[in-house]
């Protein structure tokens, strides 16, 4: 009696956690998830986060949703966990492995069927979560735990792989035949609009903006989506004709700025017509008897190609093909980036090839060969560019770049520090927020000269935010915590987050969070 009593009470909490999980509300979901972890069948729990997390809708905080309880129980059985530490230690540098290894287990779990094909978006998606967790270090300590209890530090470690696993799959989500095709059948329309505006005009922008920027209804298919779009700019730039490649490449630079896809085949269109305009020029050059030192029929290489390239190609296409480059380059380093295209590309005589290889310098130069000559071209552009814009790229990429040499570090600190005084707002910006990451002694007496302006730049903002530690960084004394808080009161009162209308990065939104999330952090200081 007893028996049969506990497992229709079994039977009805499982009914009731089942439907739970499927409900609309992803707090409620998420709150049955952590209920069915510890519910007592182990078996049904496992089944049943499985397809949880293969069915959750999209949210920005994945990691505030059923997936606490999946790797919840995937710790509760210690076959189970074991053999996920096996695939996590096994596979760390095979992405491809790394999959089938995970779709194996959870299809044996109960999920959907293993995956056996894996290649392109998926491959380029899980090679860079694997990347970041071997920078992170979660990875060691999940290699030392196989058949070991878990401590905290490796309990972490397991939790954020199983997390980024599962998030891999879940943002790779193929579309559907039906919508794939309406989803090309947009992105040609919209190049056949755009086609006959100006290269990087704001009007051709305008066209392909709906398309190429983060859309405002979140779906798990929209890197799947980004894919499908990323095929037809490459169907032009596979063409041939210059309008037409000059528009493919602008579209993918876009496209890449929110999400790298189709990263092999982008590589390669790249560097196909980069080489294309370094043997055009080449050939230009041996014909009119400018190339004395190369031998009939021999091809320009290395450094004297890509300088060909660089006088070849049409200066709008070579800044979108470094935006391209730069873009590839960030979730993932190329295997041999093109160097002497950026570093030529700082001496180009048109500006926005100039802004473009300062721009993509960071991160194409950190830790590299050629950083070095990156900082010194960097600050002779930030110093002596005649164009603003080219001078606050520059200022930006010194910012940013994450410095393998001391040496070059204090050149580039040097530089920012002598545009303490500039006449360009975000220039100053640019350096107080580096004053402020490097703990210069007058650091915040500049933030907040600069914040008593209405209309303060938002880079000042940033900097503050970007301090070392994060949102916990400590500020010098309680007197000027109180005065950044004021100064950020006055400035929300005098509506800054809205006064830049015409801002497209960061946006009224986004500005108005930015000062929301650092009032709230000096508040809890």
């Given at each position: ?82 053999r996920t530490q096996r695939i996590f230690a096994t596979h760390l540098d095979d992405p491809e492995g790394f999959v089938r ?388 009161e006055a400035l929300r009162a005098t509506g800054w987050a809205e006064r830049d209308a ?24």
């Open positions: 009696m007893f028996t049969k009593r506990r497992a229709r009470k079994q039977a009805e909490l499982h009914e009731e956690l089942g439907a739970a999980l499927r409900a609309p509300d992803a707090e409620v979901r998420r709150k049955a998830a952590i209920a069915a972890a510890g519910a007592g069948e182990l078996q049904w729990a496992l089944r049943e986060l499985t397809r949880a997390v293969e069915r959750e809708p999209w949210t920005e905080d994945f990691d505030e949703t059923v997936v606490v309880g999946f790797v919840t129980v995937l710790r509760r059985d210690q076959g189970v966990r074991e290894a995970w779709t194996e287990l959870t299809e044996d779990l109960g999920g959907g069927p293993a995956v056996r094909e894996v290649e392109g978006e998926l491959r380029d998606d899980m090679r860079a979560r694997l990347t970041y967790l071997r920078d992170e270090g979660h990875a060691a300590e999940v290699l030392s735990g196989i058949g070991q209890p878990l401590t905290f530090a490796r309990e972490l470690a397991f939790d954020i792989t199983a997390l980024l696993a599962s998030l891999v799959m879940r943002r790779n989500t193929p579309v559907p035949e039906a919508e794939a095709n309406q989803v090309r059948a947009e992105m040609r329309a919209a190049l056949k609009k755009a086609l006959p505006h100006a290269p990087g005009s704001d009007e051709r922008a305008a066209v392909l903006a709906p398309l190429t920027r983060t859309p405002a209804v979140r779906s798990w298919t929209d890197r799947a989506r980004a894919g499908l779009y990323a095929d037809e700019a490459l169907a032009l730039c596979a063409g041939g004709e210059r309008d037409l490649v000059a528009l493919g490449t602008e579209a993918l630079a876009k496209l890449s700025f929110r999400e790298v896809v189709r990263r092999d085949q982008v590589r390669e269109t790249l560097d196909r017509l980069v080489a294309q305009a370094g043997r055009a020029a080449g050939q230009a050059g041996q014909a009119a008897g400018q190339s004395a030192g190369q031998a009939a029929g021999q091809e320009p290489r290395g450094a004297q190609q890509d300088q060909d390239a660089q006088d070849a190609l049409d200066p709008f296409l070579l800044s979108q093909i470094l935006a391209c480059y730069s873009h590839l380059h960030v979730p993932l380093p190329l295997d041999d980036p093109p160097f002497d295209l950026f570093l030529d590309g700082l001496r180009h005589p048109d500006p926005a090839v100039r802004a473009s290889a300062a721009d993509g310098l960071d991160p194409i130069a950190t830790g590299s060969p050629v950083e070095g000559r990156a900082v010194e071209g960097l600050v002779g552009l930030l110093e002596h560019d005649p164009e603003v814009d080219v001078r606050r790229h520059a200022a930006t990429a010194l910012r940013w770049l994450k410095y393998g040499d001391e040496q070059h570090s204090g050149i580039a600190a040097d530089a920012l520090a002598r545009q303490a005084d500039s006449p360009d707002p975000e220039i100053r910006a640019h350096s107080v927020a580096d004053a402020l990451q490097r703990g210069a002694p007058d650091a915040y007496e500049r933030l907040l000269t600069g914040l008593e302006s209405p209309d303060a730049h938002w880079q000042l903002l940033s900097g503050l935010m970007n301090m070392p530690g994060g949102s916990g960084f400590a500020l010098p004394s309680r007197s000027v915590r109180k005065a950044l808080i004021e100064r950020l015409a801002a497209v990065l960061p946006d009224a939104d986004d500005r108005a969070e930015l000062l929301t999330d650092l009032l709230e952090t000096l508040n809890d200081l």
